[in-house]
């Protein structure tokens, strides 16, 4: 059974730092996309970046610059580095994996929250 577990969450002041850490285990083949989401209340789950099994990238708009996502593909692993936070990140990341496993599909974490504080 494939589970997704992320780490690295919390609470920063405005214009600080975070990474966030998320890693898949279980009897893994191969793991394609890889991609950060979050939400905030009262609003939709939104992308906020992803990696392809190539590495390449794609960001939200309001990420670009700030946060960069990268992979481990030895530890089945994605990051997401976050800087110049503002209040407008906060929400619950969660990151997501296409996984060919069995069963094979979208896995994804349980969510870690982050805070950022004005």
């Known amino acids: 059974q494939v589970q997704l577990v992320e780490s690295g969450g919390g609470l920063v002041q405005a214009g600080g730092s975070l990474r966030l850490s998320c890693t898949a285990s279980?009897?893994?083949?191969?793991?394609?996309?890889m991609g950060w989401y979050r939400q905030a209340p009262g609003n939709q789950r939104e992308l906020v970046a992803s990696?392809?099994?190539?590495?390449?990238?794609e960001y939200a708009n309001s990420v670009k610059g700030r946060f960069t996502i990268s992979r481990d593909y030895a530890e089945n692993s994605v990051r997401l580095q976050m800087s110049s936070l503002n209040s407008e990140d906060t929400a619950v990341y969660y990151c997501?994996?296409?996984?060919?496993?069995?069963?094979?599909?979208?896995?994804w974490g349980q969510g870690t929250q982050v805070t950022v504080s004005s």
């Open positions: 990696i392809t099994s190539g590495g390449r990238t």
């Open positions: 997501k994996m296409n996984i060919v496993a069995s069963p094979t599909g979208d896995f």
């Open positions: 279980g009897n893994i083949l191969r793991v394609n996309d």
